[in-house]
């Protein structure tokens, strides 16, 4: 009996370590598939809507012809997703860039711990990744050390019941026509990051460029007159969830945290949830996918709070941009199609003015247009209803660094880099906006 009792401890034990243990990609590979026509595309893209229950992963957003496709591989899949892409009706090639993810996400886990910060700023490292706390008290040291222009914002809480933060920034100063004359009224510009919970660099990225906008503001004449010139809601992390569940349980976490009708699977791709051509094309009905659509159009509470807030202030906010990463792409509406918005040009010549302006910095090359047509089809995606419910003509979706070399495990060094190339591109996209906005 004695013993009895003492194995089903034991097996408890066990199971909850399991459902407590950060997840493993040790032996899991990341491959780069190389297509070379139209066919093959189609195939891997039906392939991919299913590649989930095999443990491969798509990384890519996009299925060009002159792009590779990333892919991880889990090691039992190794050898049957080989023996697939080189069938006789496929023959796709492929390199392996990373042997072990496992050991890429391990030793990045410990250059974080052990390499010194050369970029410190009021107490905090500005070359780091940051788990949500620090995130949150960064916001809070933001508008205690810039008091005139800074101040947070709660758009509201997430599923497990985390603050949607964000730091808004405004300064006192009357915006103004080109010739000089105030307007009556300033406008106002929305970032977010961390919607995909995997894509760090994309709130790290945020958060260089409002530490960027503060820290200027009356030093650098560019800087202080967009400041003036704009009012900043700013939200970091828009998926608080999943991003701290990337910290604590598995690097590589994408969705939000919902619970679904299938017990085994959790959350919804928050930038396939709303309620515009929602789940059309490039989303799934299977709540085990990464690109899960949810139950129903705002399924998910931080998706209903982002788009209320947005729509409650959407007189006044004429430029939006949901910032992921990877694959440097500047992109604009739509993308529940591979047709073009009324006002593309007017959308996409502020693109080219933003990639131009970023390349100059460190010849970084982003891709501009459309997003149906420079990925692929996704329906319900944020910038769709952005543009097309709210009315904010100037929407982009913005893949920062790289094009697949470290894809989501983007290192730490590259954060400042993508910062100041980013910050580059925006200051002239935010010219190029005030003077279609203000005139």
């Known amino acids: 009996m004695l013993f009895s009792s003492f194995v089903v401890i034991f097996l408890l034990a066990t199971i909850n370590s399991n459902v407590n243990a950060y997840k493993s990609y040790s032996q899991y590979q990341l491959w780069h ?11 891997l893209l039906d392939f991919s809507r299913l590649a989930h229950q095999q443990k491969i992963n798509f990384w890519s957003d996009e299925f060009r012809m002159n792009m590779p496709i990333v892919v991880s591989v889990a090691p039992e899949s190794l050898e049957s997703f080989a023996t697939y892409l080189s069938s006789d009706d496929l ?20 250059i974080h711990k052990l390499e010194p910060s050369t970029v410190n700023a009021d ?19 933001m508008v205690q050390t810039y008091p005139n222009l800074a101040s947070s914002f709660v758009v509201g809480q997430s599923y ?16 103004v026509k080109s010739d000089g004359t105030p307007v009556n009224a300033k406008k106002a510009v929305w970032w977010d990051g961390g919607i995909h919970a995997r894509e760090w660099i994309s709130p790290a990225t945020n958060i260089y460029i409002a530490h960027a906008l503060l820290s200027n503001y009356s030093v650098d004449p560019t800087i202080t007159h967009i400041v003036d010139q704009f009012d900043y809601y700013i939200l970091p992390v828009f998926n608080v969830d999943g991003y701290a569940y990337t910290w604590t349980k598995d690097r590589l976490w994408r969705k939000t945290r919902s619970k679904t009708s299938d017990p085994r699977c959790f959350g919804a791709d928050p930038n396939r949830n709303w309620d515009y051509h929602w789940c059309e094309g490039g989303a799934s009905h299977d709540p085990c996918d990464d690109t899960y659509c949810g139950s129903k159009p705002f399924s998910e509470v931080e998706t209903q709070q982002v788009s209320k807030f947005i729509g409650d202030h959407k ?23 591979t047709q073009k918005p009324a006002q593309f040009k007017l959308q996409d010549d502020g693109s080219a003015q933003a990639v ?30 952005t543009s097309g419910t709210a009315n904010i003509t100037f929407s982009y979706a913005v893949e920062l660094r790289d094009t697949g070399r470290y894809g989501f495990l983007l290192p730490e060094n590259q954060i400042i880099p993508s910062g100041q190339e980013t910050l580059a591109g925006e200051l002239a996209l935010l010219k190029y906006i005030e003077r279609h906005v203000y005139g």
């Open 33 to 43: 598939l190389h297509i070379i026509n139209n066919e093959q595309a189609a195939r």
């Open 91 to 110: 023959k796709i090639k492929y390199d392996v860039i990373m042997k072990d993810i496992g050991s890429v996400i391990e030793g990045q886990k410990l």
């Open 123 to 141: 107490d905090f490292a500005y070359d780091k990744y940051h788990p949500i706390e620090e995130i949150h008290a960064w916001i809070d040291k």
């Open 160 to 175: 497990e019941k985390r603050d949607l933060k964000g730091l808004k920034i405004s300064s006192n100063k009357a915006a």
């Open 315 to 337: 007189d006044t906010i004429v430029h939006y941009i949901n910032f992921h990463s990877f694959s440097q792409l500047w992109m604009t509406p739509w993308g529940y199609t």
């Open 356 to 385: 131009e302006a970023l390349r100059a910095i460190f010849g970084t090359r982003y891709v501009h247009g459309n997003i149906g047509s420079t990925i692929y089809v996704a329906s319900g995606n944020t910038v769709d209803w």
